[in-house]
């Protein structure tokens, strides 16, 4: 399975910004707004692209776009997805 594959089975999809960085996205809800996941490399400057690519995790409401929590780094995408199957 590739990044693309193994994003999608934890339900993100691939999303552009409008100055045309890529990077995950997932909705959820958090403390009763509507919000999204986002995941990019370490910079922000784009998605990861491999299992092994040190990761960034940041949750923005959906409304305002503000960050509701301080990001988190991981040292991969894969070490973020087993903390999210937990």
């Keep these: 399975m590739n990044v693309e594959e193994t994003m999608s089975a934890h339900g993100f999809?691939?999303?552009a910004g409008c100055s045309g960085e890529a990077f995950y996205t997932k909705f959820i809800q958090?403390?009763?707004k509507r919000a999204y996941v986002s995941v990019t490399t370490l910079d922000g400057s784009g998605f990861p692209t491999s299992l092994?690519?040190?990761v960034r995790e940041v949750v923005y409401e959906?409304?305002?776009g503000?960050?509701?929590f301080p990001g988190?780094?991981?040292q991969s995408l894969?070490?973020?997805l087993d903390s999210i199957e937990k």
């Design 30 to 32: 958090s403390g009763g």
């Design 52 to 54: 092994e690519d040190p």
């Design 13 to 15: 999809r691939l999303s």
């Design 78 to 80: 894969s070490v973020y």
């Design 72 to 74: 988190k780094n991981f």
């Design 62 to 64: 959906l409304k305002s």
């Design 66 to 68: 503000e960050e509701l």
